[in-house]
């Protein structure tokens, strides 16, 4: 009956609620945190050392639970713990004021909030059993929780304070808690047997290694855009409702993505569209250094966020679905958060505060975000496409 409810349409609504809600709480806090923390006093340096202090926790929280839920299969168990604690941690933001309380508060949200995330995706990917297809019309409502959240906590800002992201994505958390005890997961089929092999041999491959440098890449690129650039488009004379339009724009279009990149990876395969996605976030950033005044480019940018995140995503998770295989679904899913947006993200949240100096180095520091993703689609091109795509 368990196993039975776990494929019900019921089972995969919730699961998609999950995502909104996961996704939701990011829109609520990541593109307002520079805002935020701008307005506690902080500078550019110190807002960039806290973002990487942050991302740095990403690192830890992946695998806190992936070697026990891979080989006991209780998935549902630790989301619904990592999501208490998240809750907990992140309530400490109202009574922190210094730099290292603000660091710990937020950082140990993240940590807990980047461990849950695999076990959702390992979840849904069993419920929809392996159907790219289903798997993207779920995971789109991650992003339309994004928007919506993005452009209420733009709106919220604007109307009350800067405060307005924290208590927003308290409430978006405590719900996100109370819907995981309506869901199902599969069941196991007998007892979960001890892991004894070693998940090392899959690691030092030079499909994965290209792989991983390239996701490392990506996300250092992405380090501007998360710290600054709602500061950035302040500056530029917008409004805080008008950025969460800017933000909300980008993930529209990624929307649609997510529709049909099962078919897409089906069709071109997963290196090719990782290459395309590069490139094109490659542009994305040259346009917000050169560009960023012209309202027509700057939405332009902003729809490049269904390659520069969604496709890439889609891709990533992907291949590392049946790269790793079910023996080590949930460990893949950890070692590729904590080094693509773990170890990548904080080089990236770390320099581009280096960079920034309050706005004056905007420009350059996405011209080397640029550069960083250009990268990142150059090693790609010496992996040998069969071999990735035949994972697929």
Known sequence: MLSQRAFSNTNLFLLAFTY???????GAIVPYLGVFLDSRGFSSVEIGQLSALITLTRIVGPHLWSSFTDSSGKNLRMLQLGCFLSLCCFSLVLWSESFWALSIAIGLMMMFVTAILPQ???ITLSCVKGQGNRYGRIRLWGSIGYILLTVATGAMIDRYSTEAPVYITLLILLT????????TEPQSSGKAKKLTQTVWPLLKTPTFIGFILSGILLQMSFGPYY??????????????????WLIATGV????????????????????????????????????LAFFAEHLYW???????HAFSFGMAHAASIYFIHHYFGKKFQSRGQAIYMSLAFGVGGAVGGYAAGEFWHQ???????????????????ICLLPINRKRMDGAL
């Open 20 to 26: 909104f809600c996961y996704f939701g709480h990011v």
């Open 120 to 122: 959702i995706e390992v």
């Open 252 to 287: 529209m279009v990624e929307v649609g993505i997510f529709v049909i990149a099962g078919g897409l990876i089906k069709r071109f395969g997963a290196k090719r569209l990782l290459i395309i996605s590069m490139l094109l976030t490659s542009v994305r950033w040259g346009l």
């Open 176 to 183: 996100l808690f109370l819907s995981t005890f309506l869901l």
């Open 359 to 377: 706005g004056s180095g905007a420009e350059l520091t996405f011209l080397l975000a640029s550069i960083a993703a250009f990268l990142a689609m």
């Open 298 to 304: 700057l939405l332009f940018s902003q729809m490049l």
């Open 227 to 244: 710290s600054f650039f709602a500061l950035y488009a302040k500056d530029l004379g917008y409004s805080g409702q008008a950025t969460g």
